[in-house]
Structure formats: structure tokens, C-alpha cells
């Protein structure tokens, strides 16, 4: 079993719809979860934070994160077609005294206009 | 946000030859400096850890003697590529943590040839 397992996709909604991207992760005691965009070509970066169970708004952004079923999502309310891009799902936990971040594949989202 | 700088943006080498990637944050210190290698429509994988004022851990099947890390300073870590090889060609992205997420580089585009 992957550590963080993500759908590849592609998902495609159209201009306006609402884009439900999920995650799922198997180690229980991971405490950070995040969600990058990565434009092909580009370094990925970081729209969203959560650390604890239930909702988290960032403007058209929303995490949820339910640790019992150890399942993070994203939505995208009024998706826009510049929202196309992979978005990467990362969990982060202790390994060995440190830190360490997982990724997953990525879930490619195509936003038709 | 924080902004981490990786130089160079890409290069290309030839076969043999060592090749120096910069990673530096800008605005923040990093004790934890992280470093991935991403090959085409594949995730993030993560090379090594980058402690400063001491050794990088690696990841199971990276060779520490060929990819060469230096975390001198808390803005600054490097990746040495030894004796590159066109397999080493590849997108290479470095993170730096600061509080409880990370930010990414712009990532160095190596092409071996």
C-alpha cells in the first residue's frame, strides 16, 4: 500500500463546477497535510494547510480532513481554467526523528471552458 | 508565504562531469533543507534530507557518494551531481520547512548529455 495514494486523473469539470480532488494516506500518525498545484514544467507550490479534523477555507479553496478514515480532500468552488494543473497531496509525519514529507502521484485536473 | 531560490533554473552537462544546484531561502532560516528528484509525469520523490551543520540522511536507494549534499548555512543547502550520467537527467526541486510547511524552489531542470 502507498503511503499517500491519489487518483491520476485526468478529472475534467467544466468552467464554473466545483472540483473534488481526494487523498487518502495509511500511516495513522501523520500530523501535517497539505495541497500543492504544479504547473507542468514548474515547481510545485503550496495552496493549502491542514492540521486538524473538518473544514478549512482559503478563499475558492476548501480542505477537508477526517483522520479516522485517514482522508484528506480538496474542493475548488468556481473552477477556473487556469486552476489546470496537477495538485499534489502531502502528508507529513515523524520518520526516524525527523521530519519527513510524503507526496502523492498527483491528480491532473483539465477545467474545460 | 516564504520564498526559497534555486539556481540554476536548468543546465545542461556533459557525461563525467559534476554539476553544483544551489538551494536558498530567502527570507526565513531552514535548518531542514529537502531534496527531490521528479523524472516526466512522475510525483515527487525525495533524495535526501539536508540538516544543517550536520550529514544529510538518504533516502533507500540513493547513493550518497553520487549526489553530494552541503548544508553549510541555515539559507543554504547544495546538491553536488557526480559524474552524471544522462539516467541522472532529470527535474530536481529542493524545499525548505519553515514552521510547519514547506516551500519549493523553482526547481533545476538537468539534462545530461
Known amino acids: 500500500q502507498k503511503e499517500v495514494e491519489q487518483n491520476s486523473g485526468p478529472l475534467s469539470v467544466p468552467e464554473g463546477a466545483i472540483a473534488s480532488l481526494n487523498c487518502t494516506y495509511s500511516d495513522r500518525v501523520s500530523q501535517s497535510f497539505f495541497w500543492y498545484r504544479q504547473y507542468s514544467g514548474k515547481s510545485p507550490e503550496l495552496i493549502m494547510s491542514i492540521y486538524s479534523n473538518g473544514d478549512k477555507e482559503d478563499g475558492r479553496f476548501t480542505a477537508q480532513l477526517n483522520k479516522a478514515s485517514q482522508y484528506v480532500s480538496l474542493l475548488i468552488r468556481d473552477s477556473q481554467p487556469s486552476d489546470s494543473a496537477t495538485y499534489l497531496c502531502?502528508?507529513?509525519?515523524?520518520?526516524?526523528?525527523?521530519?519527513?514529507?510524503?507526496f502523492g502521484t498527483g491528480t491532473k485536473l483539465q477545467v474545460i471552458p | 508565504g516564504a520564498v526559497v531560490s534555486q539556481h540554476p533554473s536548468w543546465v545542461i552537462c556533459k557525461s563525467g562531469t559534476s554539476v553544483k544546484i544551489e538551494c536558498r531561502s530567502l527570507d526565513f532560516q531552514a535548518t531542514t533543507m529537502f531534496w527531490y528528484r521528479q523524472f516526466p509525469k512522475q510525483s515527487l520523490m525525495l533524495m535526501a534530507t539536508?540538516?544543517?551543520?550536520?550529514?544529510?540522511?538518504?533516502e533507500q536507494g540513493v547513493e550518497k557518494d553520487k549526489f553530494l549534499i552541503n548544508h553549510a548555512s541555515l539559507t543554504l543547502s547544495t546538491l553536488t551531481v557526480t559524474s552524471a550520467h544522462p539516467e541522472d537527467s532529470s527535474f530536481y526541486i529542493c524545499s525548505a520547512g519553515k514552521n510547519t510547511e514547506a516551500f519549493f524552489g523553482q526547481g533545476t531542470r538537468l539534462t545530461v548529455v
Open positions: 502531502a502528508v507529513k509525519r515523524n520518520s526516524g526523528g525527523y521530519q519527513k514529507v510524503t
Open positions: 539536508s540538516n544543517e551543520g550536520s550529514k544529510a540522511t538518504y
